[in-house]
Nanobody, 124 residues
Framework: QVQLVESGGGLVQPGGSLRLSCLVSGHTGSSYAMGWFRQAPGNQRDLVAAISRNGDQIYYKNSVKGRFTLSRDNANNTTYLQMKGLKPEDTGVYYC?????????????????WGQGTQVTVSS
């Protein structure tokens, strides 16, 4: 059974940084393309960034380009979302997700497995 566990969320001031991690268990690290989604209260779950199985394709939401960096370490079954220059509008629950259908996928319905989420709050 595939399980995803996120970590690294927290409270940070505007302009600060956080690194989120997503550990995949139950399958080899390169079996799935991965995505990170953000969900703010009252909003749907939107893709922030996605990465292909071997990392050769990476997609970023326009609002995070230049501030967020997505990477993966398949040997350790872990995906990382490095977030810098955080803004209050980055606040939300961040979920990592896995899918095996497309190189990268941008809609939550395309993902098969989900983590439990980690809260990121950007506030002074």
């Amino acid at each position: 059974q595939v399980q995803l566990v996120e970590s690294g969320g927290g409270l940070v001031q505007p302009g600060g940084s956080l690194r989120l991690s997503c550990l995949v268990s139950g399958h080899t690290g390169s079996s799935y393309a991965m995505g990170w989604f953000r969900q703010a209260p009252g909003n749907q779950r939107d893709l922030v960034a996605a990465i292909s199985r071997n990392g050769d394709q990476i997609y970023y939401k326009n609002s995070v380009k230049g501030r967020f960096t997505l990477s993966r370490d398949n040997a350790n079954n872990t995906t990382y979302l490095q977030m810098k220059g955080l803004k209050p509008e980055d606040t939300g629950v961040y979920y990592c997700a896995a899918q095996a259908t497309r190189p990268v996928a941008d809609h939550f319905r395309e993902y098969d497995y989900w983590g439990q989420g980690t809260q990121v709050t950007v506030s002074s």
